[in-house]
T-cell receptor, first 114, second 109 residues
Framework: DTGVSQDPRHKITKRGQNVTFRCDPI?????LYWYRQTLGQGPEFLTY????????KSRLLSDRFSAERPKGSFSTLEIQRTEQGDSAMYLC????????????FGSGTQLSVL | RKEVEQDPGPFNVPEGATVAFNCTYS??????FFWYRQDCRKEPKLLMS???SGNEDGRFTAQLNRASQYISLLIRDSKLSDSATYLC??????????FGKGTHLIIQP
């Protein structure tokens, strides 16, 4: 499968714990995006990278959230001191240099904070 | 006013019928427009781009009205497999692509 892959698919954690998610984009795609989606809502933009550079961060991304893409390939999203309000589907997407606005999404990581 | 607004539905439509829904956007500087489809518990997938001149892909027709700042999606001869949430997506804002909340479509046999 050469699509966008995310790991884990599901994560259950207790409030206050740290969690980290991984995203592997389509190999030739230079842009990588993180979105968050809750039930009944559309995906909300969190941040995006062009290669290894983080170019945009949403105001939704509090200081408890950090994302990295150290070698311009896979990315990680870490949430520190999780809160119940962090429970959501975290979606990763990538796009190619020739068509930056066509996003290919991964299956997402469903986070439940108890 | 929200950046991208859609009627959440659900739209309950008999199989074979034609259904249309609109999406309005607030940023007049928006340049690109898309419809994504999202099945239950799945990731969004691009359905079609929306061009100024309007475009058609099989049973699906998308149109853009810049003056009134809305885009539309028309589905003809609807199939059971068309049941999904349809997300309106607009580019040009501070956060790149902005998604609407989606319109939930249910095609009934």
């Amino acid at each position: 499968d050469t699509g966008v892959s995310q790991d884990p698919r599901h994560k259950i954690t207790k409030r206050g714990q740290n969690v980290t998610f991984r995203c592997d984009p389509i190999s030739e795609h230079n842009r990588l995006y993180w979105y968050r989606q809750t039930l009944g809502q559309g995906p909300e933009f969190l941040t995006y990278f062009q290669n290894e550079a983080q170019l945009e961060k949403s105001r939704l991304l509090s200081d408890r959230f950090s994302a990295e893409r150290p070698k311009g390939s896979f990315s990680t999203l870490e949430i520190q001191r999780t809160e119940q309000g962090d429970s959501a589907m975290y979606l990763c997407a990538s796009s190619s240099p020739g068509n930056n606005e066509k996003l290919f999404f991964g299956s997402g990581t469903q986070l439940s904070v108890l | 006013r929200k950046e991208v607004e859609q009627d959440p539905g659900p739209f309950n439509v008999p199989e074979g019928a034609t259904v249309a829904f609109n999406c309005t956007y607030s940023n007049s500087a928006s340049q690109s427009f898309f419809w994504y489809r999202q099945d239950c518990r799945k990731e969004p997938k691009l359905l079609m781009s929306v061009y100024s001149s309007g475009n058609e892909d099989g049973r699906f027709t998308a149109q853009l009205n810049r003056a009134s700042q809305y885009i539309s999606l028309l589905i003809r001869d609807s199939k059971l497999s068309d049941s999904a949430t349809y997300l309106c997506v607009v580019s040009g804002g501070a956060d790149g692509l902005t998604f609407g909340k989606g319109t939930h479509l249910i095609i009934q046999p």
